[in-house]
């Protein structure tokens, strides 16, 4: 892909171009817990996106995606949202611009194989690759959690997404063969070894196309605010469901909606529940590690409501099978994948399983994907 990349560049534009890999996210566990200042799990997975990028001496960027063999352009000085995939692009360099970075004009060709809708958060890795080729080319001297943060903006102004940090922090902050327990208050962050060879990271895709950008999203993190509102009243201290109990939460039961109650209950829970993975990650105990995945599956399709019948079933089906540690739907919900960890001598039978079984209840043949964790951004 990379090669193809580039060879299309060359191409549409007549000169060599700076190569930059942006990969795809998956995590773990912690779902819907960045943007309650809580912790998150993720890894980079070797999915990705591919730019190829080089200045072009104009006021005019050029933007050639190859999987919709399209062309877009625009003008530095006439930034504004617009539909389709150029918005994510167009974001980065209003960031950029308002950051007080100079950004002159560029051509590109953006390629990759993430799914989109799938909940691999190919959004950030087209953010993330962008910024980082841009702070490469003209020597912005940012390092990567400013990156992150400033993907992060672009998403929320942009497309309109109020999204935590943690794609835009996987995509940038990755490495091999490790995941990463991120603090989404204060960005501190530790790597943690997946050293479990026996066992493959396998996502199945519900096939149902799920848009962040839904109304749903956002809806989620304003009746977490109106949870954290009623516990403040009684504890001021608390600034986030990050800092409350099951207990301040039941202090206040009466003053919520049931749909609220269940929200927040489900947030300070699943904090709680990534905490305790890493210790299980410590000790190797990666069967207890998967019972808590199923926990938080429980936890997102009864109290938070963003599973769905597709990807209910396929965690039933998951449930079922010995050779699987633990599954559960993965990314803001609504569609998407389902995570699944499967003994690797097992991985084809469990493919051909849940793709029968669906596809006997769907009438849909999902699509499977074995990952491995990989490197953040690179930039060739």
Known sequence: ?????????????????????SPGRINLIG?????????????????????????????????????????????????????????????????LQRGGY???????VINGDIPVGAGMSSSAAVEGGLVAALDHIFHYGMDRMQ??????????????VKCGIMDQFANLHGKKDQVMRLDCRSLDF???????????????????????????????????EEGVKAIQAMHPEVKSLRDATMQQLDEVRDQLSAKIYDRCAYVISEIQRVQDATELLKKGDLQQFGQLMYATHEGLSKQYEVSCP??????????????????????????????NLVKQEEVASYQSYIQSRYKEEFGITPDVYVTTIE???TVN
Not at 35 to 45: E, K, S
Not at 147 to 160: C, I, K, S, V, W
Not at 203 to 213: G, K, P, Q
């Open 310 to 339: 597709e990807l209910d079933f396929l965690v039933t089906l998951a449930k079922e099978r010995p050779e699987v540690a633990g599954a559960r739907v993965m990314g803001g919900g609504f569609g998407g994948c389902t995570i």
């Open 375 to 377: 490197d953040g951004v």
């Open 31 to 95: 779902e819907h817990t960045d943007y309650n200042d809580g912790f998150v799990l993720p890894a980079a997975i070797d999915k990705k996106i591919v730019y190829a990028v080089a200045l072009n001496d104009t006021r005019q960027c050029n933007a050639h995606a190859v999987f919709t063999n399209e062309t877009v352009s625009f003008s530095l000085e006439d930034v504004k949202p617009t539909p389709g995939w150029i918005n994510y692009l167009m974001g980065v360099v209003d960031q």
């Open 147 to 160: 990156m992150a943060l400033l993907g992060q903006r672009a998403e929320h102004t942009f497309p309109g």
């Open 190 to 224: 530790e790597y943690f070894p997946f050293n479990f060879p026996e066992y493959k990271i396998v996502l199945c895709n519900s096939m149902v196309h799920h848009s962040l950008a839904s109304s749903e999203y956002n809806v989620r993190r304003q009746q977490c």
């Open 1 to 21: 892909m990379i090669q193809k990349t580039r060879e299309k560049f060359i191409a549409l534009f007549g000169k060599e171009p700076l190569i930059v890999v």
């Open 102 to 108: 100079e950004v002159k004009g560029f051509d590109c």
